[in-house]
């Protein structure tokens, strides 16, 4: 079976709408019984597109094996101008919703990246320069894996990061498949996620039990034995239903 490879159509479709910088998102760990939500994020200059080639091996993460995903994680974050991984811990996700938690955690992925390239606040008291041009003029668009823009309703709530330089998003249904800069941050997400999970597991007998070295969290039949067993640790999302098939 033959999958498309993402491009950069939608991301030149943004630049020349006027927008200095494309950001793709995406998230993983939604659906996890416990640890955090993580959302990527993976940035390219438009003025870099006439130059800029689709990585090679890049995919949708989910089609990627565990072993060619961490292969790919040096080389995405070198072909991105910046990137970054936001996270919302369970506590988060437990007091906010899961919605709203990807949200805080895409902005905090945002306002990193956006840091990284030199933009800063107007307000925060420092020159508002990048290496191109000043943050009052940046212009910054965001491409969303999925149907729900849940970053712009996310914007100036009160947990939120003072992102430098607010982003106009479009949502792309299935965007880790059709779109470079997304299938980019879907896997440095994944590889970021998985490696905290697994340092977790190893890290503390307690937590050996729930298997998260090989589950990362999710739903498997141990992990959820395991709750059964010994009740859930301090990084389960209470709020949800942890024993249950």
Known sequence: MVHESPTLQLERELAAQGYDLIVGFDEVGRGALAGPVMVGAAAIRACDLPELAVPDGVADSKMLTERRRETLFEPLQAWCAASAVGQAGNDE??????????????????????????????????????????????????????????????????????VPVPAHVVTQVKGDRHCATVAAAAVIAKVTRDRLMVDIARGNPRYAPYEWDRNKGYGSAAHRRAIAELGPTPLHRTSWHLTGE
């Open 93 to 162: 996700i437990d007091e906010w919703g899961i919605s709203h938690a990807l949200g805080i955690a895409a902005l905090r992925a945002l306002n990193a990246v956006e840091r990284q390239l030199g933009l800063m606040s107007p307000a925060g008291g420092g020159r508002a320069v990048s290496a191109a041009q000043d943050a009052a003029t940046m212009r910054v668009g965001a491409i969303l894996d999925g149907p729900n823009d849940y970053i712009t309703k996310a914007l100036d709530t009160f947990d939120a990061p003072d």
